[in-house]
């Protein structure tokens, strides 16, 4: 969630993967007819724009599961892409560009960096200090987001067992990071969707006739300290953060389905600690301990696993959840072969993002969820991976298509990113906002990330066009404070939506997309 100061105002509370090469029948990998493929796809796509939805649309997303099906066997013929319309008729900024420098320099903004881009034709149509790397508070979760659906299986899960000890009644609670694991009992509403229940492991245990006496917590699946450099001990309290550790049950929450429950300060004492009364053990028989002397090869009595990948990232970026982007940003660094630390976290985002072509000069990040004051990054780069979520696979040039197979696979992989972010006006943290009379026209046609700290604000997203178009913009406001800056943000993010089509074209995009 996003994490303001008193000066700031309130937080609003905040096997085959999708671009695998596939194997056409009787042989080896066909990289071109499977990007040719997704060519037509999303050529269709492109043509009707991204249906951002009206207004209050959020079922379309939140009603539905996302399922990955078996890519199929590809037998096609060579195909010519034509010309997208776009390509003859691109957007003209001028009109929004001289309204957003108008914008620029509201006092409610501070100091405003933003960029603004066709993803079409890869084209900037505004912008301010672009590269200039500033505090993205959770505009970070971007970030995360994108190097979780660049790195990882859409349908990854996170496992939590628990484990025979070597001594007699001796249970080991181990998790892989699932911090999502529910302490509601079956029927009642678990705080995170489609999360595993500590009943579950409790129903499995006395199915499995273990007998208890004692309970060891494995803290070991993390590595590093358990709070970043840039995070307040007052954030505990608070309900923003909890420190991390890979055993835990609600995100920490006390309250567990309070979003902003103050959290547990042991969080992963506090797991063993419900385990061992659901067990009828005291709270004394519960100890935490790391790898160290730790014998965890003994016969698995109980295990659950999270939601899919999908479903979590939705939560975390619909209710800007620290602790799930924390959580998310370790299963990235292990997949990245980094520990599973603040540090492995920020070399594996960037080296996932820069793999994929964008341009990580000025990242420095701290933390994945976007608590850390200090986290820099630069507005083109947060555009530049909305872009590339959206624009196209491949530009037309002549009689055939010109196919760079990496941005085709890098576009397939980003695309679910467009249904992760709130819509205005309608869900998550931007359910109640662009409700003001300068910004009630992008409700529903916009979607974005928010991000709120001491003096930072951050909108990262994408607004349809009056004319079926879309764009995609960032934002981030310094030295200012959040009351003032949200609904100029708002505001900023709402004219968009007046972009005109001209013949013209605008200035070739080069931040990273």
Request: charged share 20%.
């Amino acid at each position: 969630m996003d994490d303001p100061s008193a000066s700031s105002g309130p937080p609003s509370q905040d096997d085959a993967e999708p671009g695998d090469l596939v194997v056409a029948s009787g042989g080896s990998p066909r990289p071109r007819l499977m990007v040719l493929a997704i060519i037509v796809v999303l050529a269709v796509l492109g043509a009707t724009s991204i249906a951002v939805g009206a207004r209050y649309v959020q079922g379309y997303q939140d009603s539905r599961d996302f399922t990955v099906d078996p890519a199929p066997a590809l037998a096609v013929p060579a195909i010519e892409v034509p010309a997208a319309a776009w390509e003859d008729s691109p957007l003209d900024g001028s009109g929004v560009a001289a309204a957003l420098d108008q914008l620029a320099e509201d006092p409610a903004l501070g100091s405003l960096a933003g960029h603004v881009s066709d993803p079409y034709t890869r084209t900037v149509l505004w912008a301010r200090d672009p590269a200039e790397p500033r505090t993205p508070a959770s505009a970070t979760k971007v970030l995360t987001a994108a190097a979780a659906l660049l790195a990882l299986p859409l349908d990854q899960r996170v496992s939590t067992r628990v484990i025979e000890g070597p001594g007699p009644g001796e249970l080991i609670l181990a998790s892989e990071g699932d911090v999502t694991l529910g302490s509601r009992p079956a029927g009642e509403a678990t705080y995170y969707e489609g999360a595993a229940r500590l009943d579950d492991l409790v129903a499995q245990l006395r199915a499995a006739g273990a007998e208890a006496s004692r309970i060891v917590v494995d803290a070991s699946a993390f590595s590093g300290p358990a709070m970043a450099r840039g995070w307040e001990d007052a954030s505990i309290s608070e309900g923003y953060i909890t420190p991390m550790e890979p055993v835990m049950l609600d995100g920490g929450r006390i309250i567990p389905t309070e979003p902003e429950s103050p959290r547990h300060t042991e969080p992963a004492l506090a797991a063993g600690q419900q385990l061992a009364e659901r067990l009828g053990l005291p709270a004394a028989s519960v100890v935490v301990a790391d790898a160290e002397g730790l014998t965890t090869d003994g016969r698995v009595l109980a295990e659950v696993a999270s939601a899919p990948l999908l479903t979590r990232l939705r939560q975390l970026m619909h209710e800007s959840d620290n602790v799930l982007a924390e959580a998310v940003g370790r299963e990235i660094a292990i997949a990245e072969d980094e520990p599973p630390s603040f540090r492995g976290v920020a070399r594996a985002i960037r080296a996932v993002l820069a793999r994929n072509g964008f341009i990580t000069e000025g990242l420095e990040l701290e933390d994945a969820s976007g608590l850390s004051t200090s986290n820099r990054i630069t507005v083109a780069l947060l555009d530049s991976v909305l872009s590339a979520a959206v624009g196209t696979v491949g530009r037309a040039s002549g009689e055939a298509s010109e196919i760079d197979s990496a941005a085709a696979l890098r576009t397939v992989r980003l695309r679910p990113l467009l249904d992760l972010l709130p819509v205005a006006a309608g869900s998550g943290t931007l359910a109640e906002r662009f409700i003001g009379d300068s910004s009630a026209g992008g409700a529903g046609w916009i979607r974005a990330k928010t991000g709120t700290l001491d003096g930072v604000s951050a909108l990262v997203g994408y607004a349809a066009t009056t004319n079926g178009r879309i764009v995609t913009f960032a934002f981030l406001s310094t030295e200012s404070n959040a009351f003032e800056a949200r609904p100029a943000l708002d505001t900023a993010a709402a004219r968009l939506r007046d972009i005109a089509v001209t013949d013209s074209a605008a200035t070739p995009d080069d931040g990273g997309n």
